[in-house]
């Protein structure tokens, strides 16, 4: 009887290949959010956000979150590699974790190829680049989404694993509801026919997110995978508080604060139950 099984040998050579892809891919995020927030791709992206404002984009003290969206990304695949959680959870989250990455790495590079002057006789390039970001951050987030799907059907339950599996993929997709949003919002308002968005508009694509999160936090974040709807929770409340923040029309902020509340309560309903 050999030592190792078929099936085994296969999983082995599996997670060897999974690490070095995981491995290489946080370094790259990493190294091209060092190379944005330095300017070496372009333009910042705070600038380039002055440049393009929304209603419904949150105040830029929001944005923080991606350092513990890293900071816990990092230490969860820390933990993967480590063999502090078993294969079966590698190979849940690696997948949609390594597509939602590209693509957020894709966003970037196109948001920071927008220009800063000239905007309106740019028309054309403007609305292209601005709805093929929008289009990158539904993917990152669908991607981001589908692991959710994929933890609820483990088996190993572990507060480990909620912290540094789960929640993590549930505020980076929480997050990136809200940045699907602000992209869709950035599109249609330099729709080359002219502006599309009013603030009841706003008001209604902000409630239409709101919605859709609500109905990924009650079908996918309860149960044992109770992390990622707690996480999903923080990152879009903590995305409406930024809202309430601006200089937004006071019918969004309205929405935004109805939106705090909502999520507060499904964070704390994911705890309960």
């Not at 849940?92 to 974790?97: E, K, L, M, R, S």
């Amino acid at each position: 009887m050999p030592f190792l099984s078929g099936h085994r040998a296969w999983l082995l050579v599996e997670y060897g290949v999974a690490i070095c892809h995981e491995s290489a891919v946080s370094r790259l995020i990493v190294q091209v959010n060092w190379a944005s927030l330095s300017g070496k791709l372009g333009a910042p992206n705070a600038e380039i956000s002055k440049a393009y404002p929304s209603a419904v984009t949150p105040a830029g003290f929001a944005f923080s979150i991606w350092g513990p969206i890293f900071l816990l990304q990092g230490a969860g695949t820390i933990a993967l590699l480590s063999n502090a959680l078993p294969l079966e959870a590698l190979r849940a989250v690696f997948p949609y974790w390594f597509v939602t990455w590209i693509w957020q790495n894709c966003w970037q590079a196109s948001f920071v190829s927008l220009p800063l002057t000239d905007i309106n006789s740019r028309k054309g390039k403007v609305f292209r680049t601005l709805l093929a970001c929008a289009c990158q951050l539904v993917a990152a987030q669908s991607s981001m989404t589908a692991a959710a799907q994929r933890l609820q059907t483990l088996e190993e339950q572990s507060l480990l694993r909620s912290m540094l599996l789960d929640f993590p993929s549930g505020v980076n997709a929480g997050w990136l509801s809200a940045a699907s949003g602000i992209g869709l919002s950035l599109a249609l308002q330099h729709w080359t026919r002219g502006d599309l968005m009013t603030p009841n508009r706003s008001a209604c694509l902000l409630g239409a997110v709101g919605c859709y999160g609500a109905g990924v936090v009650s079908s996918l974040g309860q149960g044992s995978a109770w992390g990622f709807g707690l996480g999903y929770s923080c990152a879009v409340s903590w995305a409406c508080f930024g809202i309430t923040k601006t200089g937004s029309p006071e019918v969004v902020k309205k929405v935004a604060r109805a939106g705090m509340g909502l999520f507060f309560l499904l964070g704390i309903s994911c705890l309960v139950k």
